[in-house]
């Protein structure tokens, strides 16, 4: 008999199968977004992901039993904040696959969760527990390793990398609070609506770039696989725990570091392998330290 702590095998296959599109899913942003800026800029970028986002969103939501209905919303204002520090992160990401190795800013962008566990007892009201700590010292020590600062040279890319898993730790913050009153699709909704004018005011100073013909696989692909990483993230959640989950994402660096080698001649680093699985500790030891306190309480 499986105990309610343990998810039934089949559970545990499905998330693994939810979380290989989530990794297909970020390595084709990762892929489409280099090559994208070749002729874009990142807010040009962000502006067509978001139009190609919205468009999907839109079907999805008029195919749905409640319609348009289940957009509304009571907390507009939480809805610009979150996608305030969404659009600023993921340009910050999109940058940073063009000036560091993928592998690199995927171990640093690994450190978002440490953030949202140190951001979540000022701005969530959640209690700063040991656990917490001790995970992000831990977490904070593989970002040293992976940057190696005094031994290697830091680039902006590393910066971006760090700004990035920030601003996806507000993101994740901010969504907490807003799937208290608003569905999914809201989210999604607003989202893909409010960063494609974040993305065209920001271009439009300098004149918006029209992609060439060539280039419209690509912004399918990147604007498809957005909504697929956070669906099939979403979903591997639903099935299995953030224990079993956690250690799935670390799989996207090997694969991705892969990539990078093959696609782009990139070298496969031990300090960025080392980093990421100190990163993941961090994480792991955080979700079981939480873990652990619930069933204490109960």
Request: charged fraction near 10%.
């Amino acid at each position: 008999m499986t105990s309610s702590a343990t998810p039934p095998r089949s559970s545990v296959l499905t998330a693994v199968l939810w979380m290989v599109g989530a990794h297909a899913s970020f390595v084709s942003m990762a892929v489409s977004g280099r090559a994208i800026q070749s002729e874009l800029n990142t807010f040009e970028l962000m502006a067509y992901r978001s139009v190609v986002g919205f468009i999907l969103v839109c079907a999805i939501i008029a195919m749905s039993s409640d319609g348009f209905r289940q957009v509304k919303t009571t907390r507009p204002g939480l809805h610009v904040l979150r996608n305030l520090f969404h659009f600023t992160g993921q340009n910050l990401w999109f940058y940073g696959i063009t000036v560091i190795p993928l592998a690199q800013l995927v171990a640093l962008e690994f450190s978002s969760p440490i953030w949202v566990a140190l951001l979540a007892p000022l701005m969530l009201g959640e209690s700063m527990t040991r656990a917490k700590f001790i995970g992000a010292l831990i977490g904070f020590v593989g970002v040293l390793v992976v940057a190696r600062p005094g031994i290697a040279p830091l680039d902006l890319g590393h910066f971006a990398g760090l700004g990035a898993s920030i601003g996806f730790a507000m993101n994740t913050i901010f969504t907490k609070k807003l799937m208290r009153t608003d569905t999914t699709l809201s989210v999604l909704f607003w989202m893909t609506a409010s960063q494609a004018v974040m993305g065209f005011a920001l271009a439009a100073p300098g004149g918006v770039t029209m992609f060439s013909l060539g280039m419209t696989p690509w912004i399918i692909l990147v604007g498809v696989a957005g909504l697929s990483a956070h669906l099939c993230l979403t979903n591997a959640l639903r099935h299995a725990p953030a224990t079993i989950v956690a250690p799935m994402e670390f799989a996207r660096l090997p694969v991705i570091a892969v990539i990078g080698m093959i696609v782009y001649g990139e070298p496969l680093e031990f300090a960025v392998f080392a980093g990421a699985a100190l990163i993941l500790a961090g994480n792991l030891y955080n979700i079981i330290g939480q873990r652990r306190a619930r069933t204490r309480a109960a």
